[in-house]
T-cell receptor, first 111, second 113 residues
Framework: EAQVTQNPRYLITVTGKKLTVTCSQN?????MSWYRQDPGLGLRQIYY???????DKGDVPEGYKVSRKEKRNFPLILESPSPNQTSLYFC??????????FGPGTRLTVT | AQTVTQSQPEMSVQEAETVTLSCTYD???????LFWYKQPPSRQMILVIR????KQQNATENRFSVNFQKAAKSFSLKISDSQLGDAAMYFC??????????WGAGTKLIIKP
């Protein structure tokens, strides 16, 4: 089944404790992206990748890191999470220029 | 900067009736894509329909269709025979020259039984 998977789905952590949210797709898509969704603010892009070893900042990259060592994986790293990073996070993938397919979301709470 | 505007924060419709959700966008691109996504209470983002700007024919997917007015930069979504399962947030999005999606703020659709 073609899909984008994210793990974990839910995470509660404390300020400053490094965490990684994994994202994997099995559709051989070149393009992958991370978004955060907050009430009243819609979807905001954090980082994106047009292909392996190519990543670029989106609208809200501060406090986040990404890597794209393999085509299928695009992990999101929070080196020192803060409460303002409490949000719903989505990973998405697509063929370049086409519709994006989304993972199920990861709800992160930073206390 | 490219923008997408959904002017209706919330819409309601009686079950089995038809509803239209509005979306306008602003782009200087000549070739681009437009999308409608649905986000039900499960929070999953689900593609509803896509439209290539170079195609004059409006896209349709079963009960969902669009009214694409390129000159007016308008891209509305029509849902026919509304069902309870259609209740969700609906987001309009357009692609920019870097293949990024620009998102509208969303419209909450309520279905009245």
């Amino acid at each position: 089944e073609a899909q984008v998977t994210q793990n974990p789905r839910y995470l509660i952590t404390v300020t400053g404790k490094k965490l990684t949210v994994t994202c994997s797709q099995n559709m051989n898509h070149e393009y992958m992206s991370w978004y955060r969704q907050d009430p009243g603010l819609g979807l905001r892009q954090i980082y994106y990748s047009m292909n392996v070893e190519v990543t670029d900042k989106g609208d809200v990259p501060e406090g986040y890191k990404v890597s794209r060592k393999e085509k299928r994986n695009f992990p999101l790293i929070l080196e020192s999470p803060s409460p303002n990073q409490t949000s719903l996070y989505f990973c998405a993938s697509s063929l370049v220029g086409h519709e994006q397919y989304f993972g199920p979301g990861t709800r992160l709470t930073v206390t | 900067a490219q923008t997408v505007t959904q002017s209706q924060p919330e819409m309601s419709v009686q079950e089995a009736e038809t509803v239209t959700l509005s979306c306008t966008y602003d782009t200087s691109e000549s070739d681009y894509y437009l999308f409608w996504y649905k986000q039900p209470p499960s929070r999953q983002m689900i593609l509803v329909i896509r439209q290539e700007a170079y195609k004059q024919q409006n896209a349709t997917e079963n009960r969902f269709s669009v009214n694409f007015q390129k000159a007016a930069k308008s891209f509305s979504l029509k849902i026919s025979d509304s069902q309870l399962g259609d209740a969700a947030m609906y987001f309009c999005a357009s692609s920019d020259s870097n293949y990024q999606l620009i998102w509208g703020a969303g419209t909450k659709l309520i279905i009245k039984p």
